[in-house]
């Protein structure tokens, strides 16, 4: 879902870093033969993650929802040498096409894939990190919402995707997955101590940073 009109949408895209041959090699695979391609984050909302990765001097990232990989490649392009970059998926078959694009490219050495669901995989993790990435089963939004706010660092970003949900955010009791992304919307709107923006990139990007 895009709530900006395709041309103009594709105006932005030609204007904006692109990704590398690897990751548009990665997506037009997984548009051509992978179930569910829809939910890729695509070039222009990759741009925007690129950015703030760039401008937030981000360094260590924690992605709920590798699927093919796209999104923690485009990510992976923008951090420092040192960096690291750690996804979460329960999907082993997608994470093999994931795994098989990131060794084609010299910034897959940052990627660390974690095959789990998410909530058990957060358990394993300690420390803090400067951005959290958060796209993947939306009934867990509010959770993984609370549990990036206990491990982020001084100044670290929150980012989570589908947060308009194709606009069904608008009303309550439409279905679990709509109220799950309501309440963790309205949990980051009500947070004190931090700066938030929901921008209407896509299906919706809700930013939220420690003050
Ligand atoms: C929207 S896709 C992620 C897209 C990816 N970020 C991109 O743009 O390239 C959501 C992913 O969440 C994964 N997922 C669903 N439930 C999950 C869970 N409980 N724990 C971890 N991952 C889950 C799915 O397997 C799917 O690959």
Known sequence: MSFVPLEIEEYCIHHSTHPSKVAKDL???TRSSVHGSNMLIGEMEGSVLKFLIKLGRVKTIIELGTYTGYSALVMAEALPDDGKLITIDLNPETSKIAQSYWDQSPH????????????QALETLKG?????????DKNNYPNYL????????????????????????????VDKQTDSIREHNEMA????????????IRDGMYLIQKN
Do not use: C
């Not at 897959?108 to 909530?119: A, R, T």
């Not at 660092?153 to 009791?173: C, R």
């Not at 709107?189 to 209407?200: D, S």
């Open 189 to 200: 709107r009500l947070l004190e101590g931090y700066t938030k923006t929901l921008l209407p």
């Open 128 to 136: 803090e990190y400067d951005l959290f990435f958060i796209d993947a």
């Open 27 to 29: 997506m037009h695979f």
């Open 108 to 119: 897959g050495k940052k990627i660390q894939l974690i095959l789990k669901p998410g909530l």
């Open 146 to 173: 609370q549990w990036a706010l206990r491990h982020l660092s001084p100044h670290g970003l929150i980012i989570t995707d589908n947060t308009l949900w194709s606009g069904k955010v608008l009303k309550s009791g």
